[in-house]
């Protein structure tokens, strides 16, 4: 099989810039650069996660991936499909064959809709099957996500949070998609709700050859689920690689302190004393700086790292890296900036 064929979805040169408005009658007029060039691909029945703190425009680009983020500039493909080029009746069928899971159990359902009826709403808006197949269709996916068929006669409110979050991926899956975005599906939730729903969904993606993009802040998390990582930092990709690869030796100086601040069982104060912390806040994407738009914050950047934006570059098959300071020692990507303690930065086992 090519590897054309295995590529579900495929994103070259993303932006999507938002125009701001002015300040003042003769001010200029500001475009915030929430992504700002992202490519990356998925290959099908894998996922793809992509990381980075608030601002750093991952949830934007899984906005954008879904079209419900207007699109500034770039290719958007689903398998055959240029989704960038979709409107109207064409967007909305193409639109049963990708569908997001989102962040919120609780606002991302309607307080006054039975369960059922939720779930079932994709089926009826895309007009799949008759009545009785959707019906029994409610029914199975009730089922496959771990709740009983009975209960989707009850609303929201008398659902915990992890079983809202069952029926948001019931509601996902309901129309057979190829692709689902998982923009943050834990962060809400408790920490032993979150390893029954990322192992729901690993098990979902298993049965049904399902592909995720999966947007997240939490590196223990992605350890967990993905098979590819991509890392971002204002609006740009700065690494991707594949997942034993990354968190065996994550390159970017970005990459390596969030890694540093993954959390372990046996932390305590001596683990966190090794945290790197990066010092002031990230620049405007209004008005990023010309060069590596990390170096204001990097304890490694030197002068030149200002001067002129890295290119995004294959180090290793499969690995890129955005860093003129990452070298090579025979044959062997070297990081400019180490983990302090690497033997103690696994993550907590999770259940499998």
């Known amino acids: 099989m090519s590897d054309a064929s295995e590529t579900l979805l495929s994103v070259d040169d993303l932006k999507v810039h938002f125009p701001r408005a002015k300040s003042g009658m003769f001010s200029k007029p500001e475009v915030v650069k929430a992504v700002d060039g992202v490519s990356f691909t998925v290959k099908r029945g894998t996922t793809l996660a992509i990381v980075g703190e608030s601002g750093s425009g991952k949830t934007t680009t899984a906005l954008a991936v879904m079209r419900l983020s207007p699109v500034t500039a770039g290719r958007i493909q689903l398998g055959d499909t240029d989704l960038g080029a979709l409107k109207g009746e064409e967007l909305r069928r193409a639109r049963s064959r ?24 994709p089926l009826d808006l895309m007009n799949v099957g008759t009545p009785a197949e959707r019906t029994a269709r409610v029914a199975e996916l009730f089922t496959a996500v771990g709740l009983r068929p009975e209960q989707q006669h009850l609303f929201p409110h008398q659902f915990s949070g992890g079983q809202r979050q069952r029926i948001n991926i019931a509601r996902a899956l309901a129309t057979n ?4 975005v998982c923009d943050e599906p834990v962060s809400a939730l408790d920490i032993a709700i979150r390893a029954q729903i990322l192992n729901l969904l690993a098990r979902l993606q298993r049965e049904l050859g399902l592909t995720y993009l ?17 890392v971002m930092y204002l609006g740009q990709i700065v690494e991707r690689g ?5 968190f065996a030796n994550p390159l970017h100086p970005y990459s390596v302190a969030l890694m540093s601040a993954v959390p372990t ?38 002068p030149q790292c200002a001067e002129a934006l890295p290119p995004l570059t294959e180090v290793q098959p499969g690995h890129w890296v955005r860093c003129r300071r990452v070298e090579m020692v025979d044959g062997k990507p070297v990081a400019p900036l180490s983990l302090p303690s690497p033997e103690s930065l696994s993550s907590p086992a999770m259940a499998a």
């Open 214 to 230: 999966f947007i997240s802040h939490d590196m223990a998390v992605v350890e967990h689920i993905c098979d590819d990582i991509a």
């Open 242 to 246: 594949p997942r034993k690869a990354f």
């Open 177 to 180: 998609p190829e692709l689902v």
């Open 265 to 302: 069982v046996s932390g305590g104060r001596a683990r966190a004393a090794q945290r790197i912390k990066l010092t002031g806040d990230p620049p405007s994407p209004i008005n990023p700086p010309k060069g590596c738009r990390f170096a204001g914050r990097c304890p490694v950047a030197e």
């Open 98 to 121: 990708l569908q997001i899971i989102f962040q919120d159990p609780f606002s991302s359902l309607n307080p006054r809709e039975r369960a059922g009826a939720a779930v079932r709403a």
